[in-house]
C-alpha cells in the first residue's frame, strides 16, 4: 500500500534551509517502494522557493501562502499544517530541529496522538523499520530507537544528515487554502531580527567561540573578525555568557545549543564537562588557550597553546590569505 | 494567579555518564532541577510574590525526583505533586498523557515549564500538554510579563527575539536568560518540610496502564567514541598560525 511521507519544510530569511533538504533526505531513508514523499512550505510570499523545492526529489509540494503566516505562531501553523496531514494520513512527519520544528513538530505529535523521536543524527533501516539515532545528555551518551506505532514524528539535528540532492525531475506544486483558526490566543507582536545576516549557531559549517579567556564583551570583537573572514558562527561558553561577555542565546553546551559544526575553534575556553557534551561531536576542534594544561586540548584535534588575542588575529590574516 | 511548574530531576551537568548492564548508571551521581525548570520555578515565585496566589510544583517520575521537588519547596513554592508509577514509561506521549490528566482537574491562570530538559533533550512534553489541555502556548521565553489576563513573553528563535502575547490560562517555557535562580534559605528549608505534598499513581489520574503505551522505545544505548588529544603546534604563534591554516587545508581537508 502506498504510504505518504511529509517533509515540513523552512524558510530563514527568505531562503530554503540547509536542514530542510536533510529532512526530506530523512524521507528518503525511510521510503519504500511506492512510498510518496510530500514536501509542506507554509509562509508569506513562498512562489520561488516553492519552484526550488519541487526539484529536490519530493513526489508534490504542497503550499500554503498567506499573509497571516509570514512569523510563526504556533496556533496559525498549526492549523495550516493539520488539515493537509488530515487529508494525506502520513505515515511519518519530518520537521527540522530547529525553533520552528522542536516547537511544531510536539504540537503536531499531541495533535495525532503520535510519538516523537526529536534531534534524530542518523537513521538506518531494519527489518523492524527504521531505526534512529538521537543524543541524549547533549551528546555524553547516544539512544537508538524506533516507534512502536504510527504516525511517526521525526526532528532532525541540522548539519548530521547528507541533504537531498537535485533528482533531475520536478514535482507538482499544490496550493492549499488557509482558514485561519477559530479563535487565536497567541498574538505575534513583533520579531527583532537579531541574527540578520549571519549564519544560525546550529546550522553554522565553521564555528568561532569563546570563553572566560576573551575577557570582556569586546574581546569577542577579533573572534568576530576571523568569523566573518570564515563566514562562521559566533558561540560562547556558559562561563562567558554568566560573566556578561556575551548573550545567552549564543552559550553551547549541555544547558544552550548543542553543535556538530566541520570545525569549531574554541578560544579562552578551558573545556568543562558542560560545555564539551555541547561541541565534542565536532568534526574538527582548534583549541587556543594559554593553559596547556587546559582539558579542551584532550578533545582538540590541533592546539595551539598561546595567548588568543595575539593568535586569532594572526589566524584571521593567514585564513585571509589562504581563502583569497 | 495559580500557576503550576513542571519540574523533572535530572543529572547535574557536570556529571559523566557511565553505561552498565544497557542502563546510564545513576550510582553517586548528583541529581539536580533540570536547569531550565529552575528558571520556571524561579519565575513562578516570582509571580506569586508579585501577585499572589499559590506555586504548585509538579513532577511525573522516579521516587527520587521528590529531593528535587522539596528544594523547589525550599524555594518558595507551596505544594508539591510528585506523579510516580513504574507502569508509567519514559516517552513522551505517555508523560504528556499522565501529566494532563491531572491537569485537567486543576485550575490554573498559568503552566511554566522548562524549554527542554537536559537528560533526554527531546523537548516535547510541555508542548503537548499545552496542547491536550488546549492552551496557547510560547515556548523558549527570555522575558515574561504577565497581566491582565494576558501574558507578554520574549521568545529566543535562534537569537530573534519574538514578543509574543498570549491569553491566559496558558503555557510558558523557560529559557536561560529569564531570571537567576535562588537558592534555598535555611527558613525555607524548615518550612519546606512542613508544605503540602502529594504522591499520585496512575489510578489517582484515572489512567490505567494500556492508556499511556509508549508511542516509541528505546533499542540500544551507547558511548560516542572517545576523542583522542590531537596534537600541540609548535613555534612561534604567527608559525602556528600558518600551520594550522595548512593542516586544516591538507590534513583536515575542512577548507
Given at each position: 500500500m502506498s504510504r505518504m511521507l511529509v517533509v515540513v519544510a523552512e524558510l530563514r530569511g527568505g531562503k530554503l534551509r540547509q536542514v530542510s533538504y536533510e529532512a526530506l533526505q530523512a524521507a528518503k531513508t525511510v521510503q519504500e517502494d511506492g512510498d510518496r514523499i510530500t514536501a509542506v512550505l507554509i509562509g508569506s510570499g513562498l512562489e520561488s522557493e516553492a519552484q526550488e523545492l519541487a526539484s529536490y526529489g519530493a513526489d508534490e509540494i504542497q503550499v500554503v501562502d498567506h499573509?497571516?503566516?509570514?512569523?510563526?505562531?504556533?496556533?496559525?501553523?498549526?492549523?495550516?499544517?493539520?488539515?493537509?496531514?488530515?487529508?494525506?494520513?502520513?505515515?511519518?512527519?519530518?520537521?527540522?530541529?530547529?525553533?520552528?520544528?522542536?516547537?511544531?513538530?510536539?504540537?503536531?505529535?499531541?495533535?495525532?496522538?503520535?510519538g516523537q523521536i526529536s534531534d534524530v543524527v542518523a537513521i538506518h533501516r531494519s527489518d523492524a523499520g527504521p531505526v534512529f539515532n538521537r543524543p541524549l545528555y547533549a551528546g555524553k551518551a547516544f539512544e537508538e530507537k524506533r516507534f512502536t506505532g504510527g504516525p511517526m514524528i521525526v526532528t532532525v539535528r541540522p548539519n548530521n544528515l547528507p541533504p537531498a540532492e537535485p533528482s533531475g525531475t520536478t514535482a507538482g506544486i499544490i496550493r492549499t487554502a488557509y482558514s485561519p483558526p477559530s479563535s487565536l490566543r497567541t498574538v505575534i507582536r513583533e520579531v527583532?531580527?537579531?541574527?540578520?545576516?549571519?549564519?544560525?549557531?546550529?546550522?553554522?559549517?565553521?564555528?568561532?567561540?569563546?570563553?572566560?579567556?576573551?575577557?570582556?564583551?569586546?574581546?569577542?570583537?577579533?573572534?568576530?573578525?576571523?568569523?566573518?573572514?570564515?563566514?562562521?558562527a559566533v558561540g560562547a561558553s556558559r562561563g562567558a555568557c554568566d560573566a556578561g561577555y556575551c548573550e545567552y542565546a549564543r552559550?553551547?553546551?549541555?544547558?544552550?545549543?548543542?553543535?556538530?559544526?566541520?570545525?569549531?575553534?574554541?578560544?579562552?575556553?578551558?573545556?568543562?564537562?558542560?560545555?564539551?557534551?555541547?561541541?565534542?561531536?565536532?568534526?574538527?576542534?582548534?583549541?587556543?588557550?594559554?593553559?596547556?594544561?587546559?582539558p579542551i586540548f584532550q578533545v582538540a584535534d590541533y592546539g595551539i597553546v598561546g595567548d588568543?588575542?595575539?593568535?586569532?588575529?594572526?589566524?584571521?590574516?593567514?585564513?585571509?590569505k589562504a581563502l583569497a | 494567579?495559580?500557576?503550576?511548574?513542571?519540574?523533572?530531576?535530572?543529572?547535574?551537568?557536570?556529571?559523566?555518564?557511565?553505561?552498565?548492564?544497557?542502563?546510564?548508571?545513576?550510582?553517586?551521581?548528583?541529581?539536580?532541577i533540570n536547569p531550565y525548570d529552575e528558571y520556571a520555578v524561579e519565575e513562578a515565585i516570582r509571580l506569586k510574590e508579585k501577585e499572589g496566589g499559590t506555586v504548585v510544583v509538579l513532577s511525573a517520575g522516579p521516587e527520587r525526583a521528590a529531593e528535587a521537588l522539596r528544594t523547589a519547596l525550599a524555594m518558595g513554592a507551596d505544594e508539591a505533586v510528585l506523579l510516580s508509577d513504574d507502569r508509567l514509561p519514559q516517552d513522551e506521549y505517555s508523560v504528556s498523557k499522565a501529566l494532563a490528566a491531572y491537569l485537567a482537574a486543576e485550575s490554573?491562570?498559568?503552566?511554566?515549564?522548562?524549554?527542554?530538559?537536559?537528560?533526554?533533550?527531546?523537548?516535547?512534553?510541555?508542548?503537548?500538554?499545552?496542547?491536550?489541555?488546549?492552551?496557547?502556548?510560547?515556548?523558549?521565553?527570555?522575558?515574561?510579563?504577565?497581566?491582565?489576563?494576558?501574558?507578554?513573553a520574549e521568545r529566543d528563535a535562534e537569537g530573534d527575539a519574538e514578543t509574543v502575547e498570549l491569553t491566559l490560562p496558558a503555557l510558558v517555557t523557560a529559557q536561560q536568560g529569564l531570571n537567576e535562580p535562588r537558592y534555598?534559605?535555611?527558613?525555607?528549608?524548615?518550612k519546606a518540610k512542613k508544605k503540602p505534598f502529594r504522591r499520585l499513581t496512575l489510578e489517582d489520574v484515572g489512567l490505567t496502564e494500556d492508556d499511556v503505551a509508549p508511542r516509541t522505545e528505546r533499542l540500544s544505548l551507547s558511548l560516542p567514541p572517545e576523542r583522542q588529544a590531537g596534537r600541540l603546534l609548535k613555534g612561534d604563534p604567527a608559525q602556528q598560525a600558518a600551520e594550522l591554516v595548512s593542516l586544516l587545508r591538507t590534513e583536515a581537508k575542512v577548507i
Open positions: 499573509a497571516d503566516l509570514a512569523s510563526y505562531n504556533p496556533e496559525t501553523y498549526a492549523a495550516a499544517l493539520l488539515p493537509i496531514l488530515k487529508a494525506v494520513q502520513p505515515h511519518a512527519i519530518f520537521f527540522g530541529h530547529t525553533a520552528l520544528g522542536r516547537d511544531l513538530a510536539p504540537v503536531t505529535a499531541a495533535r495525532l496522538q503520535a527583532v531580527r537579531q541574527m540578520t545576516g549571519q549564519v544560525d549557531l546550529t546550522e553554522a559549517k565553521i564555528i568561532v567561540s569563546g570563553g572566560r579567556g576573551v575577557k570582556s564583551r569586546e574581546g569577542f570583537q577579533p573572534l568576530e573578525q576571523l568569523a566573518a573572514v570564515l563566514g562562521a552559550q553551547i553546551g549541555q544547558t544552550g545549543k548543542v553543535v556538530t559544526p566541520e570545525i569549531y575553534i574554541a578560544c579562552g575556553i578551558s573545556g568543562a564537562i558542560q560545555h564539551l557534551a555541547g561541541m565534542s561531536q565536532s568534526r574538527i576542534i582548534v583549541a587556543i588557550n594559554k593553559d596547556a594544561e587546559a588568543l588575542f595575539e593568535v586569532v588575529p594572526l589566524l584571521t590574516e593567514e585564513f585571509r | 494567579m495559580n500557576i503550576y511548574v513542571l519540574m523533572k530531576q535530572t543529572f547535574d551537568t557536570e556529571e559523566r555518564i557511565v553505561i552498565q548492564d544497557g542502563q546510564v548508571s545513576e550510582d553517586g551521581v548528583k541529581f539536580v490554573y491562570d498559568l503552566l511554566l515549564g522548562g524549554n527542554f530538559s537536559v537528560d533526554h533533550g527531546a523537548g516535547q512534553v510541555a508542548i503537548r500538554l499545552a496542547q491536550l489541555l488546549d492552551l496557547p502556548h510560547a515556548s523558549s521565553v527570555t522575558k515574561l510579563t504577565v497581566s491582565g489576563g494576558k501574558a507578554v534555598p534559605s535555611l527558613p525555607g528549608i524548615m
